[in-house]
């Protein structure tokens, strides 16, 4: 969480925004192949957001539906033709139904995997849209006209995608200070969770909107009545027990708690500020409430843009 992101970044530890990737090279799947994946459910309301509305709530809808996916770079791939293909993309996409998306790419900053070359997320604006664009996707052989046109660049998801996973994200409090994207990347870390025995959403909702949220309010007012930070909670839409087994996520986990900066300048100020301002003492208040992994840091760039992005 951010609060033991701040305390762990004094040992050079960062983090990242959402991830995305490119549309084509996720849609090859036939939709029926897709849930197989990420399995369509309806929001567990006794797993909602760290900053959600309390279990119960007629508000327990989630904010996003977002989709990651492993990705490797081909032998041809190269500035140009990443752009390529990512403009065509962009393109097909928005013939299908699917303006709305925002997809970013997320390379890991300060370490490197064995298992991925970079990770793309899609943020759709709800699941029905990405379940619509996904069957259009298949039903005009998109994916195919991809591959063609753009050999070798990338490839994404592994066989039959089995690295792709689906979240319902729940995005509470949205930056104070709107995005403008001129200096990217972006800096995003992502923890995986689990809630300690006898907790809950609602415990660490508590932590969110007071303590925690107590110290955004104070950020926001010292800097200009707004910052570019904010926080997800991402919920999985699949059954994580039996999801393929990775290096970058243990075999058991109830949620990921994502940080999110528009700069890698404005984490280090956070951090900073945080740190000064008791942050020790919120953090161990995330710490009674769930046990977290260490921070998984990325830098994030904007390569599909939705309308409403």
């Known amino acids: 969480m951010f609060a033991q992101e701040v305390q762990r970044s004094m040992q050079g530890i960062k983090r990242i925004t959402v991830l995305l990737m490119p549309l084509g090279l996720l849609v090859a799947c036939s939709p029926n192949e897709a849930e197989s994946i990420a399995p369509a459910a309806e929001p567990d309301e006794t797993s909602m957001v760290a900053g959600a509305p309390a279990e119960g709530s007629e508000e327990t809808a989630p904010d996003y539906y977002v989709e990651f996916m492993w990705c490797w770079a081909g032998d041809s791939a190269t500035e140009d033709t990443v752009a390529a293909l990512l403009a065509d993309t962009d393109r097909l996409v928005d013939e299908l139904g699917g303006t709305n998306l925002d997809g970013f790419r997320l390379k890991p900053s300060g370490w490197t995997s064995d ?6 997320a899609m943020w759709w604006p709800e699941k029905a849209t990405r379940d619509a664009v996904w069957q259009a ?166 390569i599909i843009r939705g309308d409403t992005g």
């Open 115 to 120: 298992e991925f070359d970079f990770v793309d």
């Open 137 to 302: 996707w298949t039903d005009t052989n998109a994916q195919a006209k991809i591959d063609a046109a753009h050999p070798g660049v990338e490839s994404c998801g592994g066989e039959d995608w089995t690295y792709l996973w689906g979240f319902n994200a729940y995005v509470s409090r949205p930056p104070t200070s709107p995005w403008t994207w001129e200096n990217p990347p972006a800096a995003a870390e992502f923890q995986f969770c689990s809630y300690n025995e006898e907790k809950g959403p609602a415990d660490l909702q508590g932590v969110v909107r007071g303590p925690f949220g107590e110290f955004l309010n104070a950020y926001d007012a010292a800097n200009g009545g707004g910052s570019g930070y904010f926080f997800a909670y991402l919920h999985p839409d699949f059954d994580v027990a039996n999801a393929p087994a990775t290096e970058a996520a243990p075999a058991e986990y109830d949620f990921v708690w994502a940080n999110y900066w528009e700069t890698s300048g404005d984490r280090a100020h956070g951090m900073t500020s945080f740190n000064e301002s008791g942050g020790a003492a919120i953090q161990a208040q995330f710490d009674g409430v769930a046990s977290c992994g260490d921070p998984q840091l990325y830098e994030g760039t904007w």
